[in-house]
């Protein structure tokens, strides 16, 4: 059975940095681009960054471009989101999913919250 | 970037409606785009993918259609359990983009 399991929420100062996880079972995880996506209270859904499965080369959406940092240890099989130079507009539930073959969503963590406040 | 506009914002419905749901491309995508169900407090859960592909284990009342860059997904008999908020997604390319959802009421 393929889980996903994020960790690292917290509550964060603006300003602050925080490193999100999500560790996979049930699949060949070097196997499959995995992504992040997040959801801010009330609000819908925000794609923010992807990876492939080899980890060579990373994607990001224009919200967090230079600010997050995708990663994946394969012999871990952990994905990673560092997120650095918080803003209040960054509270949201963070969720990892793996990217199907053919480029969807298959399966999600159940999420992490990250809460930016003073 | 691809923009994924999606209405209705809200939509009221009952038990045995067919409802639809619609999202249109601001460039053409093909037929890349995924269909999420999301209940309060969970993750989504795939519905449709490649436009009209239902997931493994997904009632046969939901599906998929295009048409150029529009994209519809249908409930063809609501059944209480349909209440959720839906999303398309276009993976056509990075970045990726989510429509602004629809939450259903029944």
């Known amino acids: 059975e393929v889980q996903l399991v994020e960790s690292g929420r917290g509550l964060v100062l603006p300003g602050g940095s925080l490193r999100l996880s999500c560790t996979a079972s049930?699949?060949?995880?070097?196997?499959?681009?995995m992504s992040w996506v997040r959801q801010a209270p009330g609000k819908g859904l925000e794609w923010i960054s992807g990876i492939r499965g080899s980890g060579d080369d990373a994607f990001y959406a224009d919200s967090v471009k230079g600010r997050f940092t995708i990663s994946r240890d394969n012999s871990k099989n952990t994905l990673y989101l560092q997120v650095n130079n918080l803003r209040v507009d960054d509270t949201a539930v963070y969720f990892c999913?793996?990217?199907?073959?053919?480029?969807?969503?298959?399966?999600w963590g159940q999420g992490t919250l990250v809460t930016v406040s003073s | 970037d691809i923009q994924m506009t999606q209405s209705p914002s809200t939509l009221s419905a009952s038990v045995g409606d067919r409802v639809t749901i619609t999202c249109r491309a601001s460039?053409?995508?093909?037929?890349?785009v995924a269909w999420y169900q999301q209940k309060p407090g969970k993750a989504p859960k795939v519905l449709i993918y490649?436009?009209?592909t239902l997931e493994s284990g997904v009632p046969s009342r939901f599906s998929g259609s295009e048409s150029g860059s529009e994209f519809t997904l249908t409930i063809s008999s609501l059944q209480p359990d349909d209440s959720a908020s839906y999303y398309c997604?276009?993976?056509?390319?990075?970045?990726?983009?989510f429509g602004q959802g629809t939450k259903l009421e029944i």
């Open positions: 049930g699949f060949t995880f070097s196997s499959y681009a």
């Open positions: 460039q053409s995508i093909g037929p890349w």
């Open positions: 997604q276009h993976y056509n390319s990075y970045p990726f983009s």
């Open positions: 999913a793996r990217i199907a073959a053919v480029g969807y969503f298959d399966h």
């Open positions: 490649k436009a009209s």
